[in-house]
């Protein structure tokens, strides 16, 4: 018997949960605007299922705050967005072949091309369509990922505008850094390519709409910026993406405010118990775990070496002590008062104890919160506004 999500009885049987705050991520666009310092347009990224926030809702409340797009490589969410009445523009990062540009113009999506076969497949699709398609130039201005070179970004952007069925809309690259290390190279290369920029409209007598550089590690570093777009994904979430510097410290408030679970059951494990792990004189001593359903399927892990991750429950830290595909146990010896149903919380408040995304990230050995975030997943999120 399939049981529906609407049905009151699913939490029952997925007593799991994320909690999610909508008005937060509205004062992080407010703050980023700000920071700006100028009126800017805003592309709003919502990759890996917006952060882990949730595709369709989140793009639906970036949609009510007025952004001016949003943008993802998961053609899978872009497409879920539309089904839900979405009508922004929603940029498609370097993503499909270029047999599959097709399929994005018939749902509204925006392709980045970056390649001449990119150039060929889009045009004969506006010449079969009769109407000029809008496209994107990814530039690789030194991460070494994808996009066009960008010293031949210039003649690119030439075979673009030659091709009556193209309309250079935007034209974007991504400088990201993670440490202050990288931060000098951010900034050589943000000026490079922002030359590039000008001197394109400059050889072209035009202004290219959307002309982005600014995520949010180059807002985070205050970079000067003159371009008239940003697309800043970790700032809108509440996440920092430079080590050392705290979101919160620039007043960005995490839009994820919970992930919790409710124990499934407790199990009471007693001295000389003959357990996996514990050799031929069994357990040391009593013990009392706890059970929740949450585990790699959710994009959670065992706890990197030389770590211990903890969850809380009833206001106390409680040791992680395994995890697997789809639960984990964590130990309740000292927390006698714990029962089937109760609360364990992975994200967020207990009493007086707060368990962060960033701490999470750091137990389990992931690069930043928002690494770990982009994994978070198969989670039934609630949102509040």
Known sequence: MNVPKAD????????????????????????????????????????????????????????????????????????????????????????????????????????????????????????????????????????????????????????????????????????????????????????????????????????????????????TGGFPDTLNTISPGHLTYGLSPVDGVAAAEMGFRPALKAVRARLIHIGHRRAGDDLAGTGPDGLAEDATVGVIVFGMDNGYRPATAGATAAMLCHGRRCAVLGVSAEYSVIDLSHVPESRVGDTVTIVGTDGGEMLTAEAVAAALGAPSAAYWLVGLKNVPLRYSR
């Open 8 to 219: 009151p009885r699913h939490e029952l049987v997925r007593p799991l949960w994320g909690e999610v705050d909508l008005t937060a991520i509205g004062d992080n666009i407010a703050l980023l605007r700000a920071k700006a310092g100028r009126p800017v347009k805003l592309i709003a990224p919502v990759k890996a299922n917006a952060y882990g926030h949730g595709m369709v809702e989140v793009s639906q409340h970036l949609e009510r705050l007025g952004v001016d797009g949003l943008a993802t490589a998961n053609v899978d969410d872009a497409l879920a967005a539309r089904r839900a009445g979405v009508r922004l523009p929603i940029l498609i990062y370097a993503a499909q072949l270029p047999a599959g540009n097709a399929l994005l113009l018939e749902h509204r999506l925006t392709p980045t091309i970056y390649s001449a076969e990119g150039i060929a497949a889009v045009a004969a699709l506006a010449h079969g369509a009769g109407k000029p398609v809008a496209v994107h130039v990814k530039v690789d201005a030194g991460l070494g990922r994808l996009g066009v070179r960008l010293d031949e970004a210039a003649a690119f952007v030439r075979a673009v505008l030659a091709e009556p069925g193209l309309e250079l809309e935007g034209i974007y690259t991504h400088i990201p850094y993670g440490s202050t290390a990288g931060e000098a190279w951010s900034r050589r290369r943000m000026a490079a390519f922002c030359d590039l920029v000008r001197a394109v409209e400059a050889e072209h007598g035009i202004t290219i709409p959307y002309a982005q550089v600014a995520a949010s590690s180059v807002l």
